[in-house]
Structure formats: C-alpha cells, structure tokens
C-alpha cells in the first residue's frame, strides 16, 4: 500500500444530487401525498451550486439557525480563495466590530480558515487550527510554529488536539496574511479545520512503524486530506455542511484513532482476497447527545477511499438538517433517514452508483490488548526504535518545540507524531542512539517518556484560560488532581481521566474511564462554585463503549476524595496509607 491511484473529480465535476420535489409535510387536509411522493421532496438536494459555491435554496432558508444565516450573507470561504483577508487584516478589531457583516468575519467566518476568536478571554487574539493529517509533523513545521507563537509572548503557546492536530495561540490578525505564507512554505495549512468542516483525519500515530500494523494509514488520510482541501486551495463543494464531520481510518488493532466516535471510520477488511475497509458512520459528541458510529453494512477498496468520502459527505450536504445546531451532526440525518435509505443516497452518490455490502473478513483482533506507547518500543525497521513522550495536557511553549524539533533531527529522521491523547512520538530512532536521546534534559526533566501512571491517560481541553465557552479551567486542574489523587492511592494501571470545560466535551469525557465535564454548582453552605459532573465507564479498543454520567454537579473541593473512592471501588486501587501499613 505504499502508492493509491485514485483519480479525482474535479469539484465543479462532482454530482450535487438531482432535481425533484419540494419538501412538503403530511396533513390531514388536503390528503397526504404517496410515501414515493413525500421521499422524494424530503431528498431533494438543500444545496445549489453558484458561482462556484455551494449555496443553501431559498426554499430551505425558513427556520435555519444563525450560522446558516451568516454563510447565506456572505461565502467565507471567500476570504481565503478570493483572498479575503488580505484586506481584513489592515482594518483593526475595533473597527471591525462596528459592523455586523465584519464582525462575524471576525467571529465566524475566519473559522473556515481555522482562526477561532477568543473574544471573551484575549480580544483581539486568535487561536489558530492546522491540518496534520494522521498526525505527522516535521521539524521545520515545529519550528515554524514555534517561532509564530514566541513573538506573542504570554499570549503563545501551542496544544496537541484530541485529533493528532497542532493549534497555536495568541495570534493577531494583521499577522496572519503572513502567517498562512509561512504556513505553506512548511506545507501546511490551516484551511477548512473549524466550523462547518471536516477536521483533521486521524490515523495510528505509529503507522508505517508499528511492527503489529495492519496497514499504513498515511497514504490513506494524505489523500483523505489534500481531496477535501484541494491540495489546501480550498474546495468549496465540501465547506457548506450542516456541521462539522469527522474521519479516521484504522491502521493497527488498538484503535488508537477512536472509530466509535467519528462521523466516518474506515476499519481494515478484505473481501475475496482484495485489501479494503468496512465503514462505521454517525458518531459524534455534542452538548445535547453523543452516539457511537454504526456499521454502513459498505466495504469499498482501498483505491476508493476517497470517491465513497465524497458521497458520503454529499449526502451529508445536500440533504443534512439545518435548523437546530444540536441536531445537525450526521447522526441525525442518519436516524431520520434510516441507515438503509442513508445508504441509497450515499450509493447514488458513488462514481458507478454501486456499493458493495460489508465484509465478514474483519482484520482488526477483537481479542488485542491495548498497547501503552510510552517509553522506547521496537519498530519494524531493524535496528530502530520508537519513543512515546507524555506531554502534560498537550500544552507546549515555543522553547519546548524547538526542543522537540531539535531531538527529532539529532536522534531520529525529523519527524514527529502527535497522538488522540495529547501525545508525541519520536519515531526511526536508531538503536545505538536511545540511550543518549532519553538523558537528554527536555525528556528527563519536562516529557518524560515514563510518566506517573496517572498521567498516563490524562486529556484537558483548552479550558477557560482561552476558551469563551468553557465554564472552568481545565488544563492545570487536570494536573491538580492527578497529583493530589496520585499522592492518596496506588494504582497498577492507567487509568484514562479526561476534563472538558463545556458540554460540547472537545475533552472526549465520554471515552474516559473517568470524565470531568466542566459545570457550575453549589458546595455544601449552598455558595455556587465551580464543578464538574463526573462521568465513568467510558471504554476505547474493540470493546469500546461510551461512559454514563456518574454524578452531576461535585464541587472541585469535593472531587479529589469521590475520584479516590471511585479508584479504589472500581480500578483496583490502594490507599497509600493502607499500602504503606501492608508494607
């Protein structure tokens, strides 16, 4: 699989859906129309091409939530392809927000370049999301990005995402025309990673390494990438979806990349001797509900991965909901529709209109134990090593990434891989070389490759240090109460604790064994405090399972002694005391 041959459509070329019925809803009077009739007006295409741009019909414009609203007013992709925020950037935030229009430029728009305003805690800065598909970065992106953050002192810093993704703080707007250059000439970009878009694809942080691999998955999320970005020009047949969409595509038998959680999984299959992929659709977290992606019943080849990428986001576009934003994920187009009739349009939207069903030839081992990558591993090129570093929270400053990218060229080939936990990986590490790579200081003294075993698996989102929705701070506390409840019990496993500020859980709480979701709350006099609702059972792998809330509403004062209780009841803890009294 070192090489995919797949052509690509050009995106005026792409089918957008035919021509058939108003959407009408059944009433007692006059008569109902024929179930054909009424299928047929619910599928018709909400989408139209204009101008090079997909465009929401005026017959769907009643009842549509204000996003929709702002991408009707003005195209935001406009402001990269039509080169938009060159003039943008001259005008200052005060100014800019004397208009409406502009204003949610700022706000909104600047979104589907991956600017994300943070007007509630730093006016005027802006965090800003990459595309790194499958998670790999070199040394000269980590560098360049580094050197992008420390000229905003304080204000920079940079976060590993929960999806293998880079995103940098403090940036300003008249920074970014120059910016974007700079991103390019490292071959990234920021385009099309916020909003209603398709985030980063993910993929085995150890793929083409991994002894145990199943298949590379870069190849795949590569192409995944530059298709859905046009080699980061912009397509705009994919930046009007209802909301945004997730993709991973699986490459080893731990499930590193969560499939359960993305709105489209592709999971290793062959069928009749050819290598390919089964599909799982529909999952997603919101503020409202969370579900686990569903099987298609669909197996396509590896050289079409693509082509079914693109019928299924068709199928998302043209016929999504686009009223209420906490029922416009995938999912709920999927249940409206049901998965089989889901399935008719994403097959009409295929190349030969054809689809074949799922095959029963699963090559992922239900039976795998899931493997810690921490610490320095084999790979399967002779004589080299890999090494997991724990980064705590993700969060990074400048200084920190040139070291990284320091260590990558020194010890390894200059590459690093970023992972779903907030990780980084150096990989190609010649053998001969480890041991002078793990006394180096940044590894012995800030990223350890053996982190305490409760760190192991702990995740923060960005919290309300920047973050407006965020109702707490998250990355410091994570690391508060994992050190106070490290110091109370012993434990011989990790166990995964993940934080989300807000119920829109970019922490993923629902995957943790146990979550904390971000609330406010009255302590024991009745004062409103902040909290978190606790959430447990959350599961990852193959037997994966989303966790169930615990206890709503704990104040933070109260919370270091119910996760002691909750270890010891339910991950085989010790108390210290107990421990020591044994010993």
């Not at 999952?283 to 197996?299: H, V, Y």
């Not at 934003?325 to 999927?334: D, E, F, G, P, S």
Request: glycine share 8%; hydrophobic share 40%; aromatic share 8%.
């Amino acid at each position: 699989m070192s090489s995919l041959h797949v052509k690509f459509p050009a995106p005026s070329a792409l089918p957008i859906g035919g021509n058939r019925f108003k959407n009408v809803r059944a009433q007692a009077t006059p008569a109902a129309p024929p179930a054909a009739e009424a299928d047929a007006a619910r599928l018709e295409p909400r989408v139209e091409e204009k101008d090079g741009y997909f465009v929401l019909k005026e017959k769907f414009r009643q009842g549509i939530n204000p996003q929709e609203k702002v991408k009707i007013e003005k195209e935001p992709m406009k402001l990269f392809m039509e080169n938009g925020i060159e003039e943008l950037s001259k005008i200052s935030i005060e100014e800019l927000d004397k208009s409406k229009l502009t204003k949610d430029d700022v706000d909104v728009r600047l979104k589907w370049l991956g600017l994300f305003h943070r007007r509630k805690h730093t006016y005027g800065r802006f965090m800003m999301r990459l595309k790194l598909p499958n998670g790999v970065t070199t040394s000269a992106q980590t560098r360049y990005l580094a050197s992008v953050i420390r000229k905003y002192g304080e204000d920079g810093c940079a976060d590993i995402t929960t999806r293998q993704n880079w995103q940098i703080r403090g940036v300003v707007l008249a920074d970014v025309p120059e910016i974007l250059r700079g991103l390019e000439e490292v071959g990234l970009t920021s385009l099309q990673s916020g909003m209603d878009n398709v985030r980063n694809p993910v993929g085995n942080p150890l793929a083409g390494i991994d002894p145990h691999e199943i298949v590379d998955t870069r190849p795949y999320n590569n192409l995944l990438s530059q298709y859905i970005t046009a080699n980061s020009l912009g397509n705009p047949s994919f930046t009007n979806l209802p909301r945004k969409w997730n993709v991973c595509v699986i490459g080893s038998h731990d499930l590193y990349e969560h499939p359960h959680i993305n709105d489209l999984a592709y999971m290793p299959a062959t069928k009749d001797g050819r290598f390919g992929f089964n599909l799982l659709v529909g999952g997603f977290f919101s503020a409202k509900r969370c579900a686990e992606a569903i099987p298609l019943d669909a197996w396509v080849p590896g050289d079409d991965v693509v082509p079914v990428c693109r019928a299924i986001l068709e199928t998302f576009r043209d016929l999504g909901f686009r009223g209420n934003r906490q029922k416009t994920r995938m999912m709920w187009l999927i249940d409206e529709l049901g998965i089989e009739k889901f399935r008719e349009e994403v097959v009409k939207r295929m190349p030969e209109a054809s689809l074949e069903r799922a095959s029963p030839e699963d090559l992922v081992d239900s039976e795998w134990e899931r493997r810690d990558y921490f610490g320095a591993h084999p790979q399967k090129q002779e004589g080299y090593c890999f090494v997991g570093v724990h980064i705590p929270v993700g969060r990074l400053l400048a200084d920190d990434m040139d070291e990284l990218a320091r260590l990558a060229e020194k010890y390894g080939s200059g590459e690093l891989r970023l992972t779903v936990e907030q990780n980084i990986i150096i990989p190609n590490i010649l053998n001969s070389n480890l041991e002078a790579l793990l006394g180096e200081p940044l590894l012995a003294e800030r990223f350890s490759p053996e982190p305490p075993i409760l760190m192991k698996g702990l995740v923060a989102c960005t919290g309300s240090q920047f973050c407006g929705q965020a109702i707490i701070e998250t990355k410091a506390r994570a690391l508060k109460v994992a050190e106070e409840v490290g110091s109370l019990v012993s434990v011989t496993r990790p166990v995964r604790m993940h934080w989300t500020g807000c119920p829109n859980t970019c922490g993923q709480v629902q995957v943790a064994d146990i979550g904390f979701m971000g609330c406010m709350t009255r302590d024991a006099s009745g004062k409103v405090v902040e909290g978190a609702d606790v959430f447990l059972g959350g599961r990852i792998g193959s037997d994966s399972h989303l966790g169930d809330v615990y206890k709503k509403g704990v104040p933070f004062d109260q919370l270091v002694p119910l996760v002691v209780d909750l270890l010891v009841q339910n991950f085989g803890a010790v108390l210290r005391e107990r421990e020591e009294t044994e010993d």
